[in-house]
């Protein structure tokens, strides 16, 4: 099978690219953007024209869409680029995959939920509430791909790092290894995602889909304060005094999920994906981290 993944020069991307190796498919890695060393094909994804030309000549059976507007506060103030790029973009998508007779697996967020307090883990049958425009924009890319009637795999994740681009866990290597000082919030909960994970995950998922939204994170539950301390600890750089402070410490243009911890029962029953703690995970990409900067 002959397989499109769109963003190929983002976080999960290029995990993708990685995964991809010891694959039996094809991958025609795309993006907008050019990266020295990697190789791209150009594809703008805004542009059904360009997406129906691109899956007809490379004889494509299923697309990866890892591309989107993530900024989450900057979606404030942009909101028709952002409505662009995380739903009519993958609608565009669903729709080249509905007339090529293939299938989508878009990548969605844990930032569909948020304006209604619990403390549970969210399941794929819950709904979506999101507190701002990048929330509110995924849940359209979503409904627009339900609407399209193609062949789909919807993931929600959560808390995306990688070794690669920009992300909480580079930021807080950087900061605290700069700083003495940081305050970071603990009172927003979730899961930190390895990307390679998710990718490994989307692998399996490809070999043998079933339509329906799955959601995937790493396993367990912590603060962004608690990530950071661990982030800490596996990388030594424990000078730095991290303090756990509250959320209205960082003003924002957006309400951030306080709880977004999400349920995978569902794509472990369905898939038999496995998945890993989030510490395990952690500790493994800060070593990727460092062995890739010669540290």
Known sequence: MNILVT??????????????KGSVHK???????????????YLDITDIE??????KEYEIGAIVNCAAYTNVDAAES?????EKLNASAPENLALAMKEAGGLLVHISTDYVFGKEPYNVPCTEEQKGTPTGVYGLTKLHGEQKILASGCRYVIIRTAWLYSEFGRNFCRTMLELTASRPSLKVVF?????????L??????????????TGIYHFSNEGVCSW??????????????????????????????????????DKTKIKETFGVEVPYWTDSLKKCIRNIREKNGI
């Open 27 to 41: 991958y025609v890695f795309t993006d907008v953007s050019q990266v020295e060393g990697l190789e791209t094909t």
């Open 187 to 195: 009172d927003q909960c979730g899961t930190p995602t390895y990307a």
């Open 225 to 262: 304060y608690d990530f950071t301390r661990m982030i800490q600890e596996y990388s030594g750089q424990t000078a730095c005094d991290v303090q756990p402070c509250h959320s209205c410490e960082f003003p924002s243009p957006v309400t951030r999920p306080a709880y977004s911890v999400l």
């Open 50 to 55: 360009a997406v129906r030309a691109m899956v």
């Open 78 to 82: 942009n909101y028709e680029l952002a």
């Open 7 to 20: 963003g190929a020069n983002g976080q999960l991307g290029n995990e993708m690219r990685i995964v991809s």
């Open 197 to 210: 994970d998710l990718a490994k995950a989307v692998a399996v998922v490809l070999e043998k889909p079933v």
